[in-house]
């Protein structure tokens, strides 16, 4: 407990880390705030009323529909018809279309490889792309909105406008892409002024916003049935902590491949014994290198089966692919996982390039042959490291259904278990957390260098 509250201390002291940890919390604050304000032409408190009404006839606005999923990433303003409704996710889809698109257009593919006027030329191309995914998100959500209010009596009283006229459509759709660039922007000063990656914080801060909420009504729920509850909320807590650790492995674990370069006295036939051994390093393949995008694609399309309920109503079997934690709906979402697993590792790890970037240095790994021998050493070895990491991202991913009902009682808190939500949160602090191990470190460094040059100037 001294070390961490003497690294807060060193936290503190640096001015310039001080500034953006503060620059980061200010500008969270304002998409929080941003958050709670609706849509002008709808009435708020009545909006209010009818999820309360929701609730109360066992639904939930973030539990079993594919859509609570969306509004889990945007801290509840998808449910709220807040300004930020769509929030950072037509960004976040922006993104993976043009990564994508990467792939087959050599256009892209050059920017790709431009260095820092390539990354901002695509940057710009992601931006107009966003709001032609808004574009095509607004309509929907406004569309969703108003199917919602439907079978209520007072419907009418939760507008101010009538919801089928353009004075209300234009105007609405207008601030709602408007709301998703501004949070756009938000992400993006975070990540150049402040403290950690921007787009990745407010998506987080969205998931840890449905937290205390989540667990308060579990508590509730739990308390209900006498002092067996009680246990069974403790129980919960130390299961959680468990699934948090072991999401912490699945996020770090490594396969250390040695790799060893050659010096080039070595090269010119020289004899030096000490320059023989050469450099000894490692090439760190993740395990988990897809990281949450295999999930964030899977969802993407578990909205198509659900689309296939319109079709037959009254067949169960396909209603269940509107039920995030029915076992119809699971199935699928971990054999799409384990596949987008595979396809986006492939893409992303690019092996034969690894294997010439260390021919070209002079580096090679013990007993295989520089060139194609080591990129057919490495797919392999990223082959079988993947099979297992995919299998683990694809339970996490349906941890949420496994636990649901047998063991956690509410939906809200059951999405905590595992899922998109927890491997974001992990993901995103661990990796604020190395952005502000890496000041710390650097200002020892600078320490140690201002003294020894004291030292020298006193001479």
């Known amino acids: 407990m001294k070390e961490f509250i003497q690294t807060l201390k060193n936290i503190w002291s640096l001015k310039e880390l001080r500034e953006k940890i503060l620059f980061t919390l200010g500008l969270i604050l304002v998409y929080r705030f941003a958050s709670y304000i609706s849509l002008p032409a709808i009435n708020m408190a009545q909006v209010g009323s009818l999820l309360e009404q929701y609730h109360n006839q066992g639904g939930s606005k973030q539990g079993a529909g594919l859509l609570g999923l969306l509004s889990s990433f945007t801290g509840g303003a998808f449910s709220r018809a807040s300004i930020m409704a769509l929030g950072i996710m037509p ?28 990354r901002n030329t695509l940057n710009q191309i992601t931006r107009w792309l966003t709001i032609a995914v808004c574009l095509v998100q607004a309509p929907s959500y406004l569309t969703s909105i108003t199917q919602f209010f439907l079978p209520y009596a007072q419907f009418q009283q939760a507008y101010y406008i009538e919801p089928n006229s353009v004075m209300f459509w234009l105007p609405s759709i207008v601030i709602l892409i408007t709301g998703s660039v501004f949070a756009m922007w938000l992400g993006e000063k975070i990540t150049d002024k402040g403290i950690g990656n921007g787009i990745s914080i407010l998506i987080m801060v969205g998931i840890l916003a449905d937290f205390p909420g989540a667990f308060i009504q579990e508590v509730s729920t739990q308390t209900g049935k006498g002092g067996l509850g009680a246990i069974m909320i403790l129980v919960e807590i130390l299961f959680w902590m468990l699934v948090v650790l072991l999401a912490i492995v699945l996020s770090v674990a490594v396969r250390k491949i040695p790799i060893q370069y050659v010096s080039r006295a070595q090269a010119r036939g020289g004899v030096n014994r000490n320059l023989m051994q050469g450099a000894r390093q490692w090439i760190p393949l993740k395990v988990n290198a897809a990281g949450v995008m295999p999930i964030i694609f899977a969802q993407a399309l578990m909205f198509v089966p659900g689309l296939l309920t319109n079709i037959d109503e009254s067949n169960t079997f396909l209603a269940g692919f509107k039920n995030v934690f029915s076992w119809q709906y699971n199935v699928l979402f971990a054999l799409l996982i384990i ?24 580096g090679l790994i013990p007993k295989v042959r520089p060139g194609k021998e080591t990129a057919d050493y490495l797919d392999d070895i990223l082959s079988k490291i993947t099979l297992p990491g995919s299998i683990f991202l694809a339970i996490f991913a349906i941890l949420p259904a496994i636990v649901h009902g047998s063991f956690v009682q509410t939906d809200r808190f059951a999405l905590f278990f595992g899922g998109t939500s927890l491997l974001i949160m992990v993901g995103v602090i661990l990796d604020t957390v190395q952005q502000i191990n890496t000041y710390l470190l650097n200002h020892h460094y600078d320490g140690l260098m201002q003294s020894k040059l004291s030292r020298t100037s006193g001479l």
């Open 91 to 118: 960004y976040i889809s922006a993104s993976i279309i043009v990564q994508l698109m990467g792939m087959a257009i050599p256009y892209l593919q050059k920017l790709q490889k431009d260095g820092e006027s390539g």
């Open 339 to 362: 596949i987008f697993t595979f396809f986006y590792t492939a893409i992303t790890i690019p092996v034969n390039q690894m294997a010439d970037d260390l021919k070209r240095n002079g």
